[in-house]
């Protein structure tokens, strides 16, 4: 019989990588196993987990959020002809910027391992305790947070810092100033939306609405990247490190 339910533990369990992610000096989240394949943190669980709710969603009928690019219709900015003129130039402080506030606005995602929902059963009629909702404050909040900006006292980059070594890679370390990252990027607050519901339940559902459009913003970026970083003819004194780079911006996708 298929697993449904799961503790808090086990949620954030990780597996027993048989190498640690170690690039450029720096240790970072996840690991990998005996075949040199990355396998991200805390995922020994969680991965079947979601995988087992969302087969079970489409069994009762429901249907998956298409939570791809084609939520967005505007390329990149600079898009990939524009950003590889500027490279091809000299000029790679576009770059850089995008890749710095990337990390830093990944970091602050790290707030939302410490956030407690409400009781979400109190929402619903059915029992919930073997969907993915049962769960928020069972661990799926606090791995997110930690999968963003790390786990507290410890020396093992996250995503931000990933991202600083998918920069520090492409350029070196100190290669520009840090750009100051905007205050905020999700929607500003407009007052109540939908009334009818509890006041809580709407404020996380704009939270997770947000979260949401957060990520297909950086799957954008994914896609970017990694176009940009394989493209023959960019980086050419150094094509093996783009490689690493693109690699790099799997591990975090």
């Known amino acids: 019989m298929a697993k449904n339910v799961y503790s808090y533990d086990e949620i954030m369990a990780e597996h027993d990588y048989a190498q640690p992610h170690e690039?450029?000096?720096?240790l970072l989240h996840g690991g990998f196993d005996a075949e040199g394949n990355y396998i991200s943190p805390r995922m020994l669980h969680r991965g079947p987990a979601v995988a087992q709710w969302?087969?079970?969603l489409e069994a009762r009928g429901g249907k998956l959020i298409d939570a791809s690019q084609k939520l967005l219709k505007r390329d990149n900015y600079p898009n990939h002809a524009q950003q590889k003129f500027l490279l091809?130039?000299?000029l790679g402080k576009?770059?850089?910027?995008?890749?710095?506030?990337?990390?830093?606005?990944?970091?602050?995602?790290?707030?939302?391992?410490?956030?407690?929902?409400?009781?979400?059963?109190?929402?619903?009629?059915?029992?919930?305790?073997?969907?993915?909702?049962?769960?928020?404050?069972?661990?799926?909040?606090?791995?997110?947070?930690?999968?963003?900006?790390?786990?507290?006292?410890s020396d093992?980059?996250?995503?931000?810092?990933?991202?600083?070594?998918?920069?520090?890679?492409?350029?070196?370390?100190?290669?520009?100033?840090?750009?100051?990252?905007?205050?905020e990027i999700g929607r500003p607050e407009m007052g109540?939306?939908?009334p009818q519901i509890s006041k809580?339940?709407?404020?996380?559902?704009?939270?997770?609405?947000n979260i949401l459009m957060v990520e297909v913003r950086a799957e954008k970026m994914f896609s970017f990247c990694c176009e940009l970083f394989r493209d023959p003819e960019m980086f050419t004194d150094r094509r093996d490190i783009a490689e690493q780079a693109a690699q790099m911006v799997e591990r975090i996708r």
Not at 200 to 209: C, K, R
């Open 23 to 26: 690039v450029m000096g720096k």
């Open 54 to 56: 969302a087969s079970n």
């Open 88 to 90: 091809q130039h000299g």
């Open 94 to 153: 576009t770059l850089w910027d995008s890749l710095t506030l990337t990390g830093i606005i990944e970091g602050r995602g790290k707030v939302f391992s410490d956030v407690v929902g409400p009781d979400f059963q109190e929402f619903f009629v059915e029992d919930i305790s073997e969907l993915a909702v049962g769960h928020l404050n069972k661990g799926l909040h606090h791995a997110h947070g930690r999968d963003e900006g790390g786990m507290d006292n």
């Open 156 to 183: 093992i980059g996250a995503h931000d810092e990933m991202w600083f070594v998918v920069r520090d890679l492409l350029f070196g370390k100190d290669a520009y100033a840090i750009p100051t990252a905007p205050e």
């Open 192 to 194: 109540r939306l939908f």
């Open 200 to 209: 809580t339940l709407e404020e996380f559902l704009l939270i997770y609405m």
